[in-house]
């Protein structure tokens, strides 16, 4: 009978676990769609090839079997960290730059933007992180990039986040099944930038 019943840290993390997964689907389908007004707004073809475009995190980096999965949830913390700012920078770019007067593509944005804070918050708490002293990238930098490079990093910047969504739902299926009520790790091992 005993074992019918999960203790609260258990059932704690299970539920964390859950929401933590639910919220990184929502952010996907959101970011789908987003993608798909993103492209048609600043006329671009979806194809178009990003290679060229350096800070946005990559979630395809590293190869599974090198990491353990809590050292994949962790780059999956430090990327979803630097999404924040990078959003933010896509953000204030659309309204300033390119979309001025297209509030709703805004709040969309502003919205995906409030779900990666979400999520982060969540993959600090399943890591064990305490609050680190990690701060958003203060105002957005937006000088020295031209309209249509604005408009590429963009579209890279919501194409990988659209990866890193899938790879961490990936993540969380696989720490979940593997280490019922333990969580993913004994502390953080994710540093502040």
């Not at 995190?57 to 590293?62: D, E, H």
């Not at 709703?104 to 992180?129: K, T, Y």
């Amino acid at each position: 009978m005993a074992s019918a019943e999960q203790n609260p840290v258990t059932l704690h993390h299970h539920k964390l676990y859950n929401r933590t997964i639910l919220l990184a689907r929502k952010i996907h389908g959101d970011v789908a769609s987003l993608l798909e007004s993103y492209v048609e707004k600043q006329g671009l073809d979806r194809t178009i090839c990003l290679d060229s475009v350096d800070g946005v995190p990559s979630a395809a980096t590293q190869p599974e079997g090198e990491m353990t999965a809590a050292e994949r949830l962790g780059a999956g913390l430090q990327a979803y960290r630097a999404f924040q700012a990078l959003l933010g920078e896509v953000l204030e770019e659309q309204r300033t730059h390119l979309t001025p007067l297209d509030t709703d593509f805004h709040a969309s944005i502003h919205s995906v933007l409030l779900q990666v804070q979400a999520l982060a918050r969540q993959l600090e708490e399943l890591l064990g992180c305490d609050r680190l002293a990690w701060e958003a990238a203060g105002p957005p930098a937006l000088g020295g990039l031209s309209l249509f490079q604005m408009k590429l990093r963009g579209l890279k910047v919501l194409q990988e986040l659209a990866h890193w969504a899938v790879r961490t739902v990936r993540d969380l299926h696989q720490v979940a099944t593997h280490s019922p009520g333990s969580g993913p790790a004994r502390g953080c091992q994710v540093q502040a930038e």
